[in-house]
């Protein structure tokens, strides 16, 4: 059965501090591995797309990268806007999202 | 505002009674899907429309559970005979066929006392 791993469950990082948010995934066949961004009491909005191991996408202080095995979120020097839950998804039979817990994200300023 | 609008965004009920949640989905959207996710974790797959076709349903989608997409436009996500376990945030997202690229409603948020 496809599966989404994130870790950290929670990070709290200083503003400008930099860091890296983790999605392990196990899927027949990947057809897509997606990012999105949730804040508090809204629903995700779409953030990246990924397809094939080495592709990279960026976007603002983000930027995404995928291997065979996982993905990666990077965020350089963080603002306090970029506090949210972010979240992984892998894209099952081309039919629908799977879902990873997510990862709660609080930039201090 | 032509994003994917849901109705009401918050329900409190007691147990036993009926809620019924509508989603209006982008216009030119053919898939809609339903999710629900509880605090702290990620979204779960309920169920999915193409067209006015409901295509899956997730087994954790109950009997007292029905999605209903009259004329491939707007859904209704109806639950029987609440439980406190259906407390939780219901999600609908709307996009093209075969795309991962979701756009989420705001949510309704279900309060089961």
């Known amino acids: 059965e496809d599966q989404v791993t994130q870790s950290p469950e929670a990070l709290r990082l200083q503003e400008g501090e930099s860091s890296s948010l983790n999605c392990s995934y196990t899927v027949s066949g990947l057809r897509g591995l997606f990012w999105y961004r949730q804040d508090p009491g809204k629903g995700p909005e779409f953030l990246f797309t990924l397809y094939s191991a080495g592709e990279e996408k960026e976007k603002e202080r983000l930027k995404a990268t995928l291997t065979k095995k996982e993905s990666f979120l990077h965020i350089t020097a963080p603002k306090p806007e970029d506090s949210a839950t972010y979240l992984c998804?892998?894209?099952?039979?081309?039919?629908?999202?799977?879902f990873g817990q997510g990862t709660r994200l609080t930039i201090n300023p | 505002d032509t994003g994917v609008s849901q109705d009401p965004r918050h329900k409190i009920t007691k147990r036993g009674q009926n809620v019924t949640f509508r989603c209006d989905p982008i216009?030119?959207?053919?898939?809609l899907y339903w999710y629900r996710q509880t605090l702290g974790q990620g979204p779960e797959f309920l169920t999915y429309?193409?067209?006015?076709?409901?295509?899956?349903k997730s087994r954790l989608l109950s009997d007292r559970f029905s999605a209903e997409r009259p004329k491939g436009s707007f859904s209704t996500l109806e639950i029987q005979r609440t439980e406190q376990g259906d407390s939780a945030m219901y999600l609908c997202?709307?996009?093209?066929?075969?795309?991962?690229?979701?756009?989420f409603g705001e949510g309704s948020r279900l309060t089961v006392l």
């Open positions: 998804a892998v894209f099952q039979g081309a039919q629908k999202l799977v």
């Open positions: 216009s030119e959207h053919n898939r």
């Open positions: 997202a709307s996009t093209l066929v075969n795309t991962g690229e979701l756009f």
């Open positions: 429309f193409q067209n006015e076709a409901q295509l899956e």
